[in-house]
Structure formats: C-alpha cells, structure tokens
C-alpha cells in the first residue's frame, strides 16, 4: 500500500515562514508529479505547486515568487517552502503523488492527512 505522511505546518505571523515536508512509500512501480494542493475556509481546493519527475515545477500565480518547491527523488520526498506568508495562504496543505503502484495498475493521484498553516497577527 502507497503512504504520504506530510508535516510542517503551523501558525506563522504575516511575512513569516514554513517548510513542509511530504514523503511517500509504500508499494510505488513508478512516481511521477509530486505537489501541493490547498483548502481554505469556504473556498475550492487549489493547486498550489507541483514538481514533475524531471524536476520542473509549477506555481500559482498567488504564490509565485514566494513559495519554492523542492523534490528528492532518491526518498519520494517534496518539500515546500514557504516565505513572506500572508493571510490568504492560511489553508490545509494537501501533499499529493501521483503513483503507479504497480505495472498492472494505472497511475493515480495519493494524498497526505493535510497540514494546517495558519497565517495572522
């Protein structure tokens, strides 16, 4: 069976920062993109950013430029770093892979249990 177990999160004041950290294993025949998905209050959950298997990444325009995606994939780990955090970031976390769990199977998207990062004064 395929797990995510991510931590990191916290409360943070405006213009502080956090690093989460994701890791998955389990039975994994291949890994592919690796991210961040997020959920506030009363909204729709959201891409945040992601790191293909070729290490490229994505961002969100309302994070771009203040959040940094790493990935190692000796471990099946993906981190994000997080700086000059604002109150909109406040959110669960969501990390995700998606995983071929085994040649017989197609690739799917895993999910962590979610992070709280709370942002304010």
């Known amino acids: 069976q395929v797990h995510l177990v991510e931590s990191g999160g916290g409360l943070v004041q405006p213009g502080g920062s956090l690093r989460l950290s994701c890791t998955a294993s389990?039975?994994?025949?291949?890994?592919?993109?690796m991210g961040w998905y997020r959920q506030a209050p009363g909204k729709e959950r959201e891409l945040v950013s992601t790191?293909?298997?070729?290490?490229?990444?994505y961002y969100a325009d309302a994070v771009k430029g203040r959040f940094i995606i790493y990935r190692d994939n000796t471990k099946n780990t993906v981190a994000l770093q997080m700086d000059r955090l604002e109150p909109e970031d406040t959110a669960v976390y969501y990390c995700?892979?998606?995983?071929?769990?085994?040649?017989?199977?197609?690739?799917?998207?895993?999910w962590g249990q979610g992070t709280q990062v709370t942002v304010s004064s």
């Open positions: 995700y892979a998606d995983i071929r769990p085994s040649r017989s199977a197609v690739s799917t998207n895993y």
């Open positions: 389990g039975t994994i025949f291949s890994l592919r993109n």
């Open positions: 790191s293909t298997s070729g290490n490229s990444a």
